[in-house]
């Protein structure tokens, strides 16, 4: 399992707000809800121009807002999401009997060993409210639902002995706001702690885990379509080209690119991502290419990518299907791995299956070339330097018949005539004798 301390941080969180706000065309609004008699209600938007609202509520009692972008107006329905913007997470600790230092202990130790990473905020009042901020915020669709989805539920269960709360932050949820009176306990809602932002994809990188498959699960329902012989056969190429670019010493610059690629096509046809991450090393070694800083992430990444595919090819009956935003990144196509990799003319010589339309073509007319060539060979004619030879001996021969017929005393139309050749031949021949 990749290590949640490799997650990159991108930015320093310099005020609480920071984590719920985000940047772009499709930022949208943070929404304000107090506690009426008639239950919650929301009271006010802000956008990204007007956070000195927000200080109007400090040490107001049990007042909630939105962690996520919504669009204008007082609707936080899924359908008004705009922006991802904050993954929240709401530990109630005080009703498993555990004290706020001793979870707050316990949050520190697992980001030490890389169970869970930093929070980019942590608040609390009665129990703990864990941020995690995207940097920029990450605009809404299938993709970034999907993604966003993985992050929580990992965290939610990383974080299930300290009771975290499924129902109570969801994606279009609410959460008590920083500086506000909780008025069931009394207490302020302090922050305590203000880190860094993540990426969507840096935390999807960490929470990411592939369906629960038994290992011949793959091999049963994939290896006998033409994707996995295709992965197979481009496999073998690419450990060709990495043996081949070593040897030139071409080394640098292609090495992610190649190693995603290789690592995408080996997650076609092994199930754990170990056996795919020791496959791709394995192939790199071999060539006597050093692994980078990179190398971890750029496989974790390829084997996500091929098994998300893998799962939405299985449903969708074995066919390859395209759809807008839904972030499943297909096999790529031949003339795209070529590009990427910056295949040149002379690397075509030890590769079989990842050429170009170009070079098939160079290759079927050499091929049919050779065919002809065998066939005219099986039907016992000879090569053109065979025929040459052949004819120079002819020719001799006949040179040496004429000179004796002629010494007989034939004369040169007679001779001409039994040789089949003319008489200027005749006569070209004697100039030379």
């Avoid at 065309?25 to 809800?33: A, H, L, R, T």
């Avoid at 639902?145 to 990383?158: G, H, I, Q, S």
């Avoid at 070339?369 to 004819?391: A, C, F, P, W």
Wanted: proline share 2%.
């Amino acid at each position: 399992m990749k290590s949640a301390l490799s997650v990159e941080k991108v930015n320093k969180v310099r005020k609480w707000t920071d984590v719920s706000w985000g940047y772009g065309k499709s930022v949208g609004y943070v929404q304000v809800w107090l506690i009426t008699d008639k239950g919650f209600s929301c009271v006010d938007t802000v956008s990204k121009t007007e956070l000195h609202k927000l200080e109007k509520y400090y040490d107001k009692p049990d007042v909630y807002m939105t962690f996520n972008g919504f669009e204008d107006g007082y609707s936080r329905k899924q359908d008004n999401l705009k922006q991802y913007r904050t993954v929240a997470i709401d530990l109630d600790i005080y009703k498993i009997g555990i004290s706020p230092l001793k979870a707050l202990e316990e949050i520190q130790a697992r980001v030490r060993v890389g169970t869970i990473p930093e929070p980019s905020m942590l608040a609390t009042s009665n129990g703990f409210h864990l941020y995690y901020s995207i940097y920029d915020g990450s605009a809404v669709n299938i993709k970034t639902t999907r993604m966003y989805n993985a992050v929580r539920t990992k965290l939610l269960n990383e974080l299930k002995d300290l009771n975290s709360d499924y129902v109570a932050t969801p994606v279009n949820g609410l959460i008590r706001m920083p500086n506000t009176i909780n008025t069931r306990t009394g207490k302020r809602n302090e922050v305590i702690m203000l880190q860094s932002e993540y990426t969507l994809e840096e935390l999807y990188l960490w929470a990411y885990e592939p369906l629960q498959t038994s290992k011949s699960d793959r091999k049963r329902f994939f290896s006998r379509h033409t994707l996995s012989k295709r992965a197979v056969e481009r496999l073998t190429d690419l450990r060709a080209l990495l043996v081949y670019r070593s040897s030139k010493g071409k080394e640098k610059g292609y090495r992610n690119n190649l190693a995603y690629i290789y690592a995408y096509h080996s997650a076609l046809v092994n199930d754990e991502e170990e056996d795919v991450r020791k496959d791709t090393a394995s192939a790199f070694k071999k060539a006597k290419i050093g692994l980078d800083k990179q190398f971890e992430r750029t496989v974790r990444q390829a084997y996500i990518n091929a098994n998300e595919f893998i799962e939405q090819y299985h449903k969708d009956g074995m066919r390859i299907v395209y759809r807008e935003s839904d972030g499943i990144i297909k096999p790529h196509k031949t003339e795209t791995i070529i590009n990427l990799l910056d295949i040149e003319e002379d690397e075509y010589k030890v590769l079989n299956y990842l050429v170009g339309q170009a070079e098939k073509q160079k290759r079927k007319i050499l091929n049919d070339r050779e065919y002809k060539t065998r066939k005219r060979r099986e039907q016992g004619i000879g090569t053109l330097s065979d025929y040459n030879v052949s004819r120079k001996r002819e020719m001799m021969i006949k040179r040496t018949k004429a000179s004796e017929l002629l010494n007989k005393g034939y004369t040169k139309t007679d001779v001409a005539k039994k040789l089949n050749v003319s008489r200027r031949t005749i006569y070209n021949w004697l100039k030379d004798m």
